[in-house]
């Protein structure tokens, strides 16, 4: 079945820090991938997606490119602020037609400026 | 205005209780979900209904039922509320198959 792993939390990171989350997965056929925000109190939101290998996804400074060789979708930012202070999710959706997003457990992210 | 909202935002109840939370989306999606986020944070799609019809239904206890009046509602009712059921609720909406928008969450307490 599919999987998604991300690295475990929580990440603490002083502001202006560069940031990696590291997410992989497994799937059949050829998954689109995401990366979902939570800021607290509030539901998630999409930041980023790919949906074939070698597309990068970008939105507000992050960016993740979709690696079918390593099966990875990490999660980078050059300059973090205290308002990135959120729970990210990895997730995929495997293949075309699917309905079924299936999700990473998370990693919390706190910037501490 | 709110593309996805639940009620209610929070909810305290008894063990044994019966209780629904609803849920609408005013985006024009024809799928919509619910999901169910423990308290370490992870998230489980429960069910799924496309144009009121079910199309997931993860193992769930049969306490839970979905119900979709029309296309824009689904809700969640439980049955017999247990210490377990403490959780935060999401429902979320969709085209088939593309970007799904989260609800703000409903905060579950069973005591």
């Known amino acids: 079945g599919n999987s998604v792993t991300q690295m475990e939390g929580p990440v603490t990171l002083s502001e202006e820090a560069f940031l990696t989350i590291n997410c992989t997965y497994t799937a059949t056929g050829y998954p689109s991938l995401f990366w979902y925000v939570q800021y607290p109190g509030e539901g998630l939101q999409l930041l980023l997606k790919a949906t074939k290998a070698d597309d990068k996804g970008s939105n507000k400074g992050f960016e993740a490119t979709y690696r079918k060789e390593t099966t990875s979708f990490h999660l980078e930012k050059g300059s973090v602020q205290v308002s990135d202070s959120a729970v990210y999710f990895c997730?995929?959706?495997?293949?075309?037609?699917?309905?079924?997003?299936?999700f990473g457990k998370g990693t919390k992210l706190s910037v501490i400026p | 205005d709110t593309a996805v909202s639940q009620t209610p935002k929070y909810l305290v109840t008894q063990m044994g209780n019966d209780k629904s939370i609803k849920c609408e989306q005013n985006?024009?999606?024809?799928?919509m979900y619910w999901y169910k986020q423990d308290s370490k944070k992870f998230l489980k799609i429960m069910f799924s209904?496309?144009?009121?019809?079910?199309?997931i239904n993860e193992t769930v206890p049969n306490r839970f039922s979905p119900k979709s009046p029309d296309k824009a509602h689904l809700n969640l009712h439980i049955n017999s509320l247990e210490l377990g059921d403490s959780a935060v609720y999401f429902c979320a909406s969709s085209q088939p198959a593309d970007e799904q928008f989260f609800g703000p969450g409903t905060r579950l307490t069973v005591l």
């Open positions: 997730a995929l959706r495997s293949g075309a037609g699917s309905y079924q997003l299936t």
């Open positions: 209904y496309n144009n009121k019809e079910l199309i």
């Open positions: 985006l024009g999606h024809d799928t």
